[in-house]
């Protein structure tokens, strides 16, 4: 069974500063990862997707890494703003999505 | 292009009550989910439907839960009796089509969250 593990569980920030998200997983047989972002009283907002053959994928200031081998996602975020302040999850897909727990960021402005 | 759509928002409930939650996909997407998330987790996949076809409720409780997706389109899952594990928020998503092994990016509805007292 696939378990997706994410580091740390919150995250204090100031302005400006870079944010560094960490996600595991047990078993490295998957198609792609994806990173969401969920704020509160919403829904999920695919941020990034990254396909099993790819080590990286980026879309503005966010930039997701892949080591497949080792089981690791890293989801950066350059130069944080307030807006940034949300709930961030990675799920990946072996068949079907399997969300990690999340990481609930704050940018203090 | 509307996105996912459910209702209602919020529910409150006493345990051993029934509950139902309606979700209409983006139009023309094949594959409807059904999540689970309680709070401080992320969501679990409770059903998932291709068309009108269930691909996979393995992770259904079947003795309270019921889902169905009757013309293709729009699905409703319903929950009795309720227990108050079942406190959590029900997410809806859809994507455009199901290829075995691999998915499409999944749109997500705002959520309905479910309260059992």
């Known amino acids: 069974k696939q378990e997706v593990t994410q580091i740390p569980a919150a995250l204090s920030v100031p302005e400006g500063e870079n944010l560094v998200l960490n996600c595991s997983f047990t078993?490295?047989?998957?198609?792609?990862l994806q990173w969401f972002r969920q704020d509160p009283g919403k829904g999920l907002t695919s941020l990034l997707l990254?396909?099993?053959?790819?080590r990286e994928q980026t879309s503005g200031r966010l930039n997701a890494s892949l080591d497949k081998s080792s089981g690791r996602s890293t989801l950066y975020i350059a130069a944080s703003q307030p807006g940034d302040s949300a709930t961030y999850l990675c799920?990946?897909?072996?068949?079907?999505?399997?969300f990690g727990a999340g990481t609930t960021v704050t940018v203090r402005a | 292009e509307a996105g996912v759509a459910q209702s209602p928002r919020y529910k409150i409930i006493e345990k051993r009550q029934s509950v139902a939650f309606w979700c209409n996909p983006i139009?023309?997407?094949?594959?409807l989910y059904w999540y689970q998330q309680i709070l401080g987790q992320g969501p679990k996949l409770l059903i998932q439907?291709?068309?009108?076809?269930?691909?996979?409720d393995s992770q259904l409780p079947k003795d309270r839960f019921s889902a169905e997706r009757l013309k293709g389109v729009d699905s409703t899952l319903k929950i009795q009796p309720a227990k108050l594990e079942d406190s959590a928020v029900y997410l809806c998503?859809?994507?455009?089509?199901?290829?075995?092994?691999?998915?499409?990016?999944?749109?997500f509805g705002p959520g309905t969250r479910l309260t059992v007292l």
């Open positions: 799920a990946v897909n072996d068949y079907k999505l399997s």
């Open positions: 990254i396909q099993s053959s790819q």
């Open positions: 439907f291709q068309n009108n076809g269930v691909v996979d």
């Open positions: 998503a859809s994507s455009p089509l199901f290829t075995s092994g691999a998915t499409d990016t999944q749109y």
């Open positions: 078993d490295s047989a998957i198609y792609n």
């Open positions: 139009s023309g997407h094949a594959t």
